[in-house]
């Protein structure tokens, strides 16, 4: 499995970015998706996860009410909506795949998944 994020960049405080990440290798709709961030100095940390339905999903607490993950099975492709951007969410972020074998089920640990994205940074800064 081969996973290219993409989306980063500079954006103001308050403002909005949409990630997506393509995988490549395999049929998507096997796998159990993710986002991750490392921030410079810190754990790499969950940020959301989304079943392979895209049904059942998970938001960290931090981000809670302002980011959205989301799949599109067809396009091969998931992607994080980041809304009212702060500047602790300034960080790499990371796209990670991992097999599941139900429909439902979403991963929250980054020990869970297998295969991870090269990153993509996010700035947010005035």
């Known amino acids: 499995v081969q996973l290219q994020a993409s989306g980063g960049g500079l954006v103001q405080p308050g403002g909005s970015l949409r990630l997506s990440c393509t995988s490549s290798?395999?049929?998507?709709?096997?796998?159990?998706m993710g986002w991750f961030r490392q921030a410079p100095g810190k754990e790499r940390e969950f940020v959301a996860s989304?079943?392979?339905?895209?049904?059942?999903?998970s938001v960290a607490d931090s981000v809670k009410g302002r980011f959205t993950i989301s799949r599109d099975n067809a396009k091969s492709t998931v992607y994080l909506q980041m809304n009212n951007l702060k500047s602790e969410d300034s960080a790499i972020y990371y796209c990670?795949?991992?097999?599941?074998?139900?429909?439902?089920?979403?991963?929250?640990?980054?020990?869970?998944?297998?295969?991870w994205g090269q990153g993509t940074l996010v700035t947010v800064s005035s």
């Open positions: 990670a795949a991992q097999f599941g074998s139900s429909m439902r089920v979403y991963f929250t640990d980054k020990s869970d998944y297998s295969y």
């Open positions: 290798g395999r049929r998507f709709s096997f796998d159990v």
């Open positions: 989304i079943s392979r339905s895209g049904g059942p999903s």
